[in-house]
Nanobody, 117 residues
Framework: QVQLVESGGGLVQPGGSLRLSCAASGIVFSIYYMGWYRQVPGKQRELVAR???????NYADSVKGRLTISRDNAKNTVYLQMNNLKPEDTAVYYC???????????WGQGTQVTVSS
């Protein structure tokens, strides 16, 4: 059974930092694309950052230079380092594991990030 468990969300002031983690189980982690998405009420879920098994990354334009995705295949964990946070980064952040070959996609339960003074 696939399980993705996010942690690390919380309340932070503008300009602050947070590090999100997503621990995966039930999959061959190294062959999956791992991504972080976010969603605010009334809007569609949007891609924040994604990383391939080999470490190639892509980011939404709005987060380039501030957020960094990384993965540790030995620990089956993907991270999102969030620096210089802005109020518009406030959202529920979801971890996603995707395998292109089988068109499979799994989601975590989400973790709330609130950026406010």
């Amino acid at each position: 059974q696939v399980q993705l468990v996010e942690s690390g969300g919380g309340l932070v002031q503008p300009g602050g930092s947070l590090r999100l983690s997503c621990a995966a189980s039930g999959i061959v982690f190294s062959i999956y694309y791992m991504g972080w998405y976010r969603q605010v009420p009334g809007k569609q879920r949007e891609l924040v950052a994604r990383i391939t098994g080999g470490g190639s990354t892509n980011y939404a334009d709005s987060v380039k230079g501030r957020l960094t995705i990384s993965r540790d295949n030995a620990k089956n964990t993907v991270y999102l380092q969030m620096n210089n946070l802005k109020p518009e980064d406030t959202a529920v952040y979801y971890c996603n594991a995707a395998r292109v070959a089988t068109l499979s996609s799994q989601w975590g339960q989400g973790t709330q990030v609130t950026v406010s003074s």
